[in-house]
């Protein structure tokens, strides 16, 4: 018999993992929505079977629970429902940050009860349930966290959730809890910063209409995540902000050793060695292709 996964947020990552999940697995999905209205959208997408306003009867529904709103929100509601897991249920999380979500559910997760965290490395600057799509996760990474020492942990199911982000598309990566939000803080959470400095110092004077109105695709690539949802960011961001203001040092010695390149008598040579030394490391970076077709 088909194992049933409760997505509670269909939201951008909730509603793909979702569609994905009935297109490409043999999963039951069912849902939670604070709005009606997506209820009504995901059911007659066919991408859940049931689909709620409450979370109690996804968590009450579902083998597998999968925490997909915000880290801050998913810590605070998992506090609320942790009593009604009973033990053999998994628990997961798609959060973008995990140290506060892990805390929330060590301190209050029944016995008999696994936990097990992944990190979907897909996503978009739109949000909301009508950007999700069942390819969201083709070719991207797939984190799954690994956390030997706690006793809700399980091997299996760290494996379940590997091979769930193989049939959905992605690759496959292992990581120990304790160091995903310092690594995410860099690679994730800083782009974000960056980018909003970027726009906003483009944008933020007297001549910023006429900036905006010369610029061409460096600016607009560099700086597309710069209008993703300013709460949702918000909420991951400063929920992880001990390792983003780490990030931010890492950075600012970068830019100090770029300033210290520009200052150089040498017709600019170090700083071609410093740009042929990004473009190196940048062409190592994993495609991210996506086929939305």
Request: hydrophobic share 40%; glycine share 8%; net charge negative.
């Amino acid at each position: 018999m088909a194992r049933t996964v409760g997505i509670i947020g269909l939201g951008l990552l909730g509603a793909s993992l979702a569609k994905a999940l009935r297109a490409y697995t043999t999963y039951d999905v069912i849902g939670y929505a604070r709005r009606q209205e997506i209820c009504d959208l995901a059911l007659a997408d066919g991408c859940v079977s049931q689909a709620f306003t409450a979370v109690e009867p996804v968590i009450t529904g579902a083998d597998m629970v999968v925490f997909a709103l915000p880290p801050q929100t998913n810590s605070e509601l998992f506090v609320k429902v942790a009593h009604l897991f009973q033990a053999g249920q998994v628990v997961t999380d798609v959060s973008s940050a995990k140290d506060e979500f892990a805390h929330a559910v060590y301190a209050h997760i029944p016995e008999g009860v696994h936990f097990v965290s992944v990190h979907p490395m897909a996503g978009s600057e739109k949000g909301g349930y009508e950007e999700g799509h069942k390819d969201l996760f083709q070719k991207m990474g797939w984190i799954v966290l690994e956390d030997e020492e706690q006793p809700a942990y399980d091997a299996t199911v760290a494996q379940e959730l590997a091979d769930m982000g193989r049939a959905v598309g992605s690759r496959i990566e292992y990581v120990d809890m304790k160091r995903h939000d310092g690594c995410l803080a860099m690679v994730s959470h800083m782009p974000h910063m960056l980018a909003s400095v970027m726009i906003t110092a483009v944008g933020n004077d007297e001549l910023g209409d006429k900036r905006m109105s010369l610029s061409a695709g460096g600016l607009r690539d560099s700086t597309r995540t710069a209008s993703g949802l300013p709460s949702m960011w918000q909420e991951i961001i400063y929920g992880n902000r001990t390792n983003v203001l780490k990030a931010i040092e890492q950075v600012e010695q970068e830019l100090a050793a770029v300033k210290q390149l520009l200052h150089a008598d040498d017709n600019g040579d170090s700083l071609g060695q410093y740009l042929e030394r990004a473009k190196q490391i940048r062409d190592r970076l994993p495609s991210l292709t996506i086929d939305k077709n």
